[in-house]
């Protein structure tokens, strides 16, 4: 490193679950306020163009943990149980010399239980474990693991409870391991469905709700639509409070100097756009997600900005580890974007070393057919480009061309529109190469016109 540190920097996940990029104060939503998160972002790295390449939580997460798609590590529906033969960021930082951390919901053992225990041995390496598989009740929340693997039911609000027990771990680890550096994951429940703030009071009412221009114009529709965001943007304020006690709590153990902070989701939500719900869709309100990249010394430690190359879930482990100069396991297929983050007095000389350029798309995955209501019910493949483009196919199907430059809502698909034809062979070739490059058999269609 060019700069001095007393030792390697920590990192910390926040990470919460179907909070869509557009729900943010910096994104200009005006039915909530993020302060916490839009100033994470003004001294930090946002990156513009994040996707979960994978829509839907444990898919998502065996992704964001492996650095692997989740076709490659069977992970591709949920609930389904990640392998513990794959190895995950948690280890690579262990063998690194770090303390790991991981305390909240995980939802990849397999089941969507919400007493299930997930085994001591599929925690994914993490050196503390504290959580639970799944749950849908952010009042009635039942954690376990730790030292004593007693189960516990949380006295407050999930986000509340969990945040304090967070930073608890880190200030023992802190003070009986100062000169040790830490791997931290604080993963919570909302604003994941049912939309149920902690606190009535801060709900805004349904009639003052402002939708997006792409939620039909329909009473059924509308009425649910505006009922659900409600809700919904209370919860976001409540994991934006979360984000400034973790903040906080930071500085108060005197270590968020050292700390790279980095808030993230698992997919978004579509809450009535297109007549839709939740998640598992390839329109932005799904697939767009959060992530940005903050610490206290900012000036110090980050090239403050955006990145718009599109960062998708298998980059999310090896950029963390790339802050901290950790070389990206051999088995991890994602992209290290930490050269594009840390300041050139902070860098490592791995990070000097940087020659492979960032990817210009990132593929996104529905991998088996979905029958939720209120979401696509089948399977299908998409690229998103930096440059503002999104293809999708379903199995044999041309199906969604949107540019989202002059076309942000996507409310124009321009798949069979002959003028885009050119536009639509580059990405289709784009698509056969993330597919190849994979191992993804999915069997997209022939697009020639006749003649």
Same mark, same amino acid.
């Given at each position: 490193?060019?700069?001095?540190?007393?030792?390697?920097?920590?990192?910390?996940?926040?990470?919460?679950?179907?909070?869509?990029? +557009?729900?943010?104060? #910096?994104?200009?939503?005006?039915?909530?306020?993020?302060?916490?998160?839009?100033n994470?972002?003004?001294?930090?790295?946002? /990156?513009?163009?994040?996707?979960?390449?994978?829509?839907?939580?444990?898919p998502?997460?065996?992704?964001?943990?492996?650095?692997?798609y989740?076709h490659?590590?069977?992970?591709t529906?949920?609930?389904?149980?990640?392998?513990?033969?794959?190895?995950?960021?948690? *280890?690579? /930082?262990?063998?690194?010399?770090?303390?790991?951390a991981?305390?909240?919901? #995980?939802?990849?053992?397999?089941?969507?239980?919400?007493?299930? &225990?997930?085994?001591?041995?599929? &925690?994914?390496?993490?050196?503390?474990?504290r959580?639970?598989?799944?749950?849908?009740? =952010?009042?009635d929340? #039942?954690?376990?693991?730790?030292?004593?693997?007693e189960?516990?039911r949380?006295?407050?609000?999930?986000?509340?409870?969990?945040?304090?027990?967070?930073?608890?771990?880190?200030?023992? +680890?802190?003070?009986?391991?100062?000169?040790?550096?830490?791997?931290?994951?604080?993963?919570? *429940?909302?604003?994941?469905?049912?939309?149920?703030?902690?606190?009535?009071?801060?709900?805004?009412?349904?009639?003052d709700?402002?939708?997006r221009?792409n939620?039909?114009v329909?009473?059924?529709?509308?009425?649910?639509?505006r009922?659900?965001?409600?809700?919904?943007?209370?919860?976001?304020?409540?994991?934006?409070?979360?984000?400034?006690?973790?903040?906080s709590?930071?500085?108060?153990?005197?270590?968020?100097?050292?700390?790279?902070?980095?808030?993230?989701?698992?997919?978004?939500?579509?809450?009535?756009?297109?007549?839709?719900?939740e998640?598992?869709?390839?329109?932005?309100?799904?697939?767009?997600?959060?992530?940005v990249?903050?610490?206290?010394?900012?000036?110090?430690?980050?090239?403050?900005?955006?990145?718009?190359?599109?960062?998708?879930?298998?980059?999310?482990?090896?950029?963390?580890?790339?802050?901290?100069?950790?070389?990206?396991?051999?088995?991890?297929?994602?992209?290290? /974007?930490?050269?594009?983050?840390?300041h050139?007095?902070?860098?490592?000389?791995?990070?000097?070393?940087?020659?492979t350029?960032?990817?210009?798309?990132?593929?996104? *995955?529905q991998?088996?057919?979905?029958?939720?209501?209120?979401s696509v019910?089948?399977?299908?493949?998409?690229?998103?480009? &930096?440059?503002?483009?999104?293809?999708?196919c379903?199995?044999?199907?041309? #199906?969604?061309?949107?540019?989202?430059?002059?076309?942000?809502?996507?409310?124009?698909?321009?798949c069979?529109?002959?003028?885009? =034809?050119v536009q639509?062979?580059?990405?289709?070739?784009?698509?056969?190469?993330?597919?190849? +490059?994979t191992?993804?058999?999915?069997?997209?269609?022939?697009?020639?016109?006749?003649?």
């Amino acid at each position: 490193m060019n700069g001095t540190l007393a030792k390697r920097p920590n990192v910390v996940w926040i990470m919460s679950d179907q909070h869509r990029a +557009q729900a943010l104060g #910096w994104n200009g939503d005006v039915n909530l306020c993020t302060p916490a998160i839009d100033n994470l972002a003004r001294s930090g790295v946002v /990156f513009s163009n994040a996707v979960a390449g994978t829509p839907w939580c444990t898919p998502f997460r065996s992704a964001l943990l492996t650095g692997m798609y989740p076709h490659q590590t069977g992970c591709t529906e949920t609930p389904s149980r990640l392998d513990p033969r794959y190895r995950t960021v948690a *280890q690579a /930082f262990n063998d690194a010399g770090y303390h790991t951390a991981w305390v909240g919901k #995980w939802h990849l053992a397999g089941s969507n239980s919400s007493d299930h &225990r997930v085994p001591v041995d599929e &925690r994914g390496g993490f050196a503390y474990w504290r959580g639970y598989e799944n749950n849908n009740k =952010q009042n009635d929340v #039942w954690v376990y693991g730790g030292e004593s693997e007693e189960s516990e039911r949380l006295s407050d609000y999930e986000t509340r409870s969990l945040s304090r027990m967070f930073l608890d771990h880190l200030e023992s +680890q802190v003070t009986g391991h100062p000169d040790t550096p830490f791997f931290a994951v604080l993963s919570v *429940q909302p604003p994941h469905s049912p939309y149920v703030p902690p606190d009535c009071e801060s709900v805004r009412p349904p009639a003052d709700i402002t939708l997006r221009p792409n939620v039909p114009v329909s009473d059924t529709v509308q009425q649910k639509a505006r009922r659900d965001i409600s809700g919904y943007a209370a919860m976001v304020e409540e994991v934006d409070r979360t984000v400034e006690a973790v903040w906080s709590g930071l500085r108060r153990l005197g270590v968020d100097r050292e700390t790279y902070v980095i808030y993230l989701s698992d997919h978004g939500d579509m809450l009535g756009s297109h007549g839709q719900w939740e998640k598992s869709s390839p329109w932005e309100e799904s697939i767009r997600i959060p992530f940005v990249i903050g610490c206290t010394g900012s000036h110090a430690h980050i090239q403050v900005g955006e990145v718009d190359h599109p960062l998708n879930h298998v980059d999310i482990a090896p950029t963390s580890l790339g802050l901290c100069g950790i070389d990206t396991p051999e088995a991890m297929v994602g992209y290290d /974007f930490s050269h594009m983050v840390v300041h050139p007095d902070r860098r490592f000389p791995r990070h000097e070393a940087r020659h492979t350029p960032p990817p210009e798309s990132a593929l996104l *995955q529905q991998i088996p057919r979905k029958f939720h209501p209120n979401s696509v019910n089948r399977a299908w493949r998409a690229v998103v480009t &930096r440059d503002g483009w999104k293809y999708v196919c379903t199995p044999g199907n041309d #199906w969604l061309l949107f540019d989202l430059n002059d076309d942000p809502n996507e409310m124009n698909n321009l798949c069979y529109n002959t003028r885009f =034809q050119v536009q639509k062979e580059r990405l289709h070739g784009e698509l056969v190469r993330r597919l190849e +490059q994979t191992g993804d058999a999915f069997v997209l269609p022939d697009i020639a016109l006749p003649g």
